[in-house]
């Protein structure tokens, strides 16, 4: 298994082009089982997540084509082409689904398109319970039949979906992705109160109308999505990754250094970016993304309360926890989007971190500085918290189970290196 190595202390300089957004892709490559024309996805990441969203496609009998390789320094990516002429299986089976919790995006398309899914069920994962009861509610509001049977959502609606009105009794990116794709081709107009409004969820909204939905309200907590019969191609630009853009941001302030980070703006991510200034980092605006300077400042801990957007992301709470052990005072970071997002608490520890746990909160106590350490995490973000804490700690960080950051950091080792830092991926048994 690959493990990262790093030498801690350089402080970070440079540029940093950020790819498509994971979270934006994984929805719009669902939306192709919408329609029997081709959709093209632009500025793609090539991430493992995504590869494992391709495989369950072509299972369904979805062609797939990728080609474009990224430009030199640029954010433009590759283009990824999907056709679902036919769908040639409805079952999106346990072994695809228990990698990759998202393939559940799969069952508001199939049910929307040929009247019937048969999805696993997603289970337990590091997190969270990460239920996904108000996915199935929600399409039983739209007239699907729904079975629980042998780990299996089995969901029916032989004579089509319905238009629907649909209150979350609370906010999930997921359910209102899978439910928005599912009715623009239910039989009249849906309405979807209290949905998401992450940039993902407009991302998607937008390349659905692309293709023919009529979907309004889009960046506003009520969606009005009038079915229609049958959706058609689209070429659409997938956003940038603002938990990508993020986490490098992060990597500026922990490292006092100086990154400038092309293809993201201010929208996609104001609460982290006013957290951020006022915990002493200057943000600034460039021609085409935002620069994040530290060198020299002296940064102080600030509280943080993870929310749905537009709050602070819970994508980011790991990593901002990383860069509050290294500042003057103390910060109290509260988790209020997953029950169990600290498994990264242990690891910054045993690199010297103060941090104390209680239910949802986290007090973190700044040191004057970490030192390296083995470390290993449970998931994706937890490991990035400690690719960054690794960053700016005295001596050897190595990250154990790489293929986590493998799912959502497209090329992480390369383009922290390019900016000045001492990491290396060591390959298998190296
Ligand atoms: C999406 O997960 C993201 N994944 C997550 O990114 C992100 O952390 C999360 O949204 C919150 O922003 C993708 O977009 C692929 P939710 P999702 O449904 O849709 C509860 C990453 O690191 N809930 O908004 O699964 C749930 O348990 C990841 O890239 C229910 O109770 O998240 C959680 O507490 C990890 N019932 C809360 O809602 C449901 O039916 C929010 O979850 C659905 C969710």
Redesign the pocket.
Known sequence: MDRIRIRGGNPLKGRIAISGA??AA?PLMAASLLTDETLTLTNLPQLADIATLASLLAQHGVAISMNGEAPQGGHSGRALSLTAATITNTTAPYDLVRKM??SVLVLGPLVAREGRARVSLPGGCA?????????LKGLSQLGAAIDLTEGYIEARAPHGLKGAHIVFP??????TENLMMAATLADGESVLVNV?R?P?IGDLARCLIAMGAEIAGVGTDTLRIRGVKRLGGATHAIIADR?EAGSYAIAAAITRGDLELSGVSVELFEAFLECLQRMGVAVMPTADGLRFVCSGNELVGVDVMTE?FPGF???LQAQIMALMTTVSGAAMITET???NRFMHVPELCRMGANINVHRASAMVRGVPHLTGAPVMAT???ASVSLVLAGLAARGETTINRVYHLDR?YERIEEKLAACGADIERVRGNA
């Open positions: 994971k979270n994984l919790r998202a997190i969270g319970t990460r239920p996904v009861d108000l996915h609370t906010v999930s990116v997921g359910a998401a992450e993902e938990i749905p992301p819970t994508d989007v997953f029950e998931d994706l973000r959502g």
